[in-house]
């Protein structure tokens, strides 16, 4: 059996739409999706955004279950322009799964390497991207990775991090992160955008602009985890 983690079910919606026999249970409060692969058993969680609800959500869901393996995925922000909205990162910092098993797999994907960092906020500021690029070395950021890995290497479950690029240093939110995200409520306030793009008019093309890049970023994203499911499974 393989667990797949995303923060919000956004970043999901195309990948469940790969599985077929697909249930939901809860445990403890926390939803569980289940479904199949080809003959493949599925388990998906959506750990919430940032550390407290991740941590919390993942000792629930590890709780009372052994998984072959653990693949986090979703999207993160790129620290630099050599990544783009839509392209792949592969997470070799936190990757626990044995690279012969998980190589050939990637070998054929528009794929990019590099270390993934998560931090505690979303980052709005360019400059502040480069100066984290270059403190750590890191090449996108995640909020909830970390705490996934803790989580995994505490039980045992070997793991993989694949990531779909969102933003870019070139390629921002199309408002501040404050404003398109509430990471203690974990939602969009929508009146608070509403009136963010009724006072800046020249934002709505830019917000419907990341819109179309983040769909096509979620479908890039399910065809990977398909195809690296198949290999690893």
Same mark, same amino acid.
């Given at each position: 059996?393989?667990? %797949?983690?995303? !923060? +919000?079910?956004?970043?999901?919606?195309?990948?469940?739409?790969? =599985?077929?026999?697909? *249930?939901?249970? @809860?445990?403890?409060?926390?939803?569980?999706?289940?479904?199949?692969?080809?003959?493949?058993?599925?388990?998906?969680?959506?750990?919430?955004?940032?550390?407290?609800?991740?941590?919390?959500?993942?000792?629930?869901?590890?709780?009372?279950?052994?998984?072959?393996?653990?693949?986090?995925?979703?999207?993160?922000?790129?620290?630099?322009?050599?990544?783009?909205?839509?392209?792949?990162?592969?997470?070799?910092?936190?990757?626990?799964?044995?690279?012969?098993? %998980?190589?050939? !797999? +990637?070998?054929?994907?528009?794929?990019?390497?590099?270390?993934? =960092?998560?931090?505690? *906020?979303?980052? @709005?500021?360019?400059?502040?991207?480069?100066?984290?690029?270059?403190?750590?070395?890191?090449?996108?950021?995640?909020?909830?990775?970390?705490?996934?890995?803790?989580?995994?290497?505490?039980?045992?479950?070997?793991?993989?991090?694949?990531?779909?690029?969102?933003?870019?240093?070139?390629?921002?939110?199309?408002?501040?992160?404050?404003?398109?995200?509430?990471?203690?409520?974990?939602?969009?306030?929508?009146?608070?955008?509403?009136?963010?793009?009724?006072?800046?008019?020249?934002?709505?093309?830019?917000?419907?602009?990341?819109?179309?890049?983040?769909?096509?970023?979620?479908?890039?994203?399910?065809?990977?985890?398909?195809?690296?499911?198949?290999?690893?499974?």
């Amino acid at each position: 059996m393989i667990a %797949v983690t995303f !923060a +919000l079910p956004a970043e999901s919606a195309d990948f469940l739409r790969r =599985l077929y026999k697909k *249930s939901r249970t @809860d445990q403890n409060a926390v939803k569980i999706i289940q479904g199949q692969l080809d003959d493949c058993k599925i388990e998906v969680l959506h750990t919430g955004v940032g550390e407290t609800i991740c941590r919390q959500r993942m000792a629930i869901f590890l709780a009372e279950r052994q998984f072959n393996y653990l693949i986090s995925a979703g999207f993160a922000g790129a620290l630099n322009d050599r990544l783009h909205v839509g392209d792949l990162l592969f997470a070799e910092n936190f990757l626990t799964i044995n690279q012969r098993e %998980v190589r050939p !797999a +990637l070998s054929t994907l528009p794929i990019h390497t590099a270390n993934l =960092l998560t931090v505690a *906020s979303m980052i @709005d500021s360019g400059t502040e991207r480069g100066k984290i690029a270059q403190c750590t070395g890191a090449g996108a950021v995640d909020m909830e990775t970390e705490f996934i890995a803790r989580a995994c290497a505490e039980r045992a479950v070997p793991l993989l991090s694949l990531r779909v690029i969102s933003d870019t240093p070139s390629e921002p939110f199309p408002a501040p992160a404050h404003i398109l995200f509430n990471i203690a409520k974990q939602r969009t306030n929508l009146a608070k955008l509403s009136i963010f793009l009724l006072q800046h008019p020249s934002r709505v093309p830019r917000l419907v602009r990341f819109a179309k890049r983040i769909a096509q970023a979620r479908g890039t994203l399910a065809d990977a985890l398909v195809r690296i499911i198949r290999a690893i499974k």
